[in-house]
C-alpha cells in the first residue's frame, strides 16, 4: 500500500502489547485490558494534532480470539490514518488476517512519503520466543532494494538481543545477531521497532538504532530476574520520520489515572 503525503515528516505512532480478551472487560493480570486501551487511544488523540501512520507491533489479543480482534478494529476507526499489524507470540495470525477488517492492516509493508515500512513476523508456531526465517529475511531484502530511494523502518514483535531481563532474554529472537548483520546489509534501513518486552528500552547495534514501546496494559519491570510487574502506566511511542533519514521518537504515558493489576503475579 502506498501513502502520498505532501507532510515534510511522517508522525507514526506505535502501540503494542493490549492483550485484548475474549470479551470487553476481561483482565490480565487484574488489568482490564479495554480500559487502559482505550485511555491510551484518547492520550495518542489528544497528543496528536496529525498521524500519519498508526503500526500495532503485536499481542493483539492474549488467546487468538476473533472477538478481540474484531474489537481492535473497532478502535482503530477512531483514527482517519491508515492502521497496520504485525502478529506476536500471543496472537493467531490466520484469525488475526481474517478480522483485521482490511486487506491492508496486515500487508506486510507501506510505503508512506520518503518511507518504506515493513512488518516483519518474528514468531514461532505455540513458542513464546521469536525467530526471523530466512523467508522474512529474503522480503525484508526484496522490498529494501526495490525502495531503494526510500528511508526503512523495521518493525517486528520480539527484541533481537539482551535486554537484560533474565527471565525475558529467552524469549528474545533467537537468530537476532544474523537478522541484525542483515540489516546493516540494507543501506536505506534506519531503525528497528518491536514490541513484546511491555517495557520503554533503547540501545543499538554497530549504529542501528533499536527500540520498543511500552504495552497499552500490564508493564514489565526492567532489569529483573524474574517476573516482575512495573508500577508505571501503560503508553505509546511516537516517531518523526524525516524526510532525510532522520527521526525523532519519545514515549508518552498515560497520567492521572488508577489502574488495577495484582503485583504479586508470577506470570501469564
Known sequence: MDVVTTSESIRLVQISDTHLEPEEGGTLLGMDTDRSLRYVLDLVRSDN???????????????????????FARYMQQFDAPVVWLPGNHDDNAVMTEHCGSPEAMAGHIVIGHWL????DSTISRQVGGRVEQAELDRLAALAAHHADKHVLVACHHPPLSIDCEWIDPQRISNGEVFLDALLALPNVKLLI????????????RGLPIMSTPSTC????????????????????????????????????????????DMNSGGY
Open 49 to 71: 494534532a496529525r498521524i500519519d501512520l498508526l503500526l500495532a507491533t503485536g499481542d493483539i489479543s492474549t488467546h487468538g480470539t476473533p472477538q478481540a480482534y474484531q474489537r
Open 218 to 261: 500490564i508493564q514489565f519491570k526492567p532489569l529483573e530476574e524474574d517476573f516482575t510487574l512495573d508500577e508505571v502506566s501503560p503508553g505509546y511511542r511516537w516517531f518523526d520520520l524525516c524526510a532525510d533519514g532522520t527521526f525523532r521518537t519519545g514515549v508518552s504515558r498515560v497520567e492521572g489515572v488508577e489502574f488495577s493489576f
Open 194 to 205: 518491536c514490541g513484546h518486552i511491555h517495557q520503554h528500552w533503547e540501545t543499538s547495534y
Open 117 to 120: 515500512i515493513i512488518m516483519l
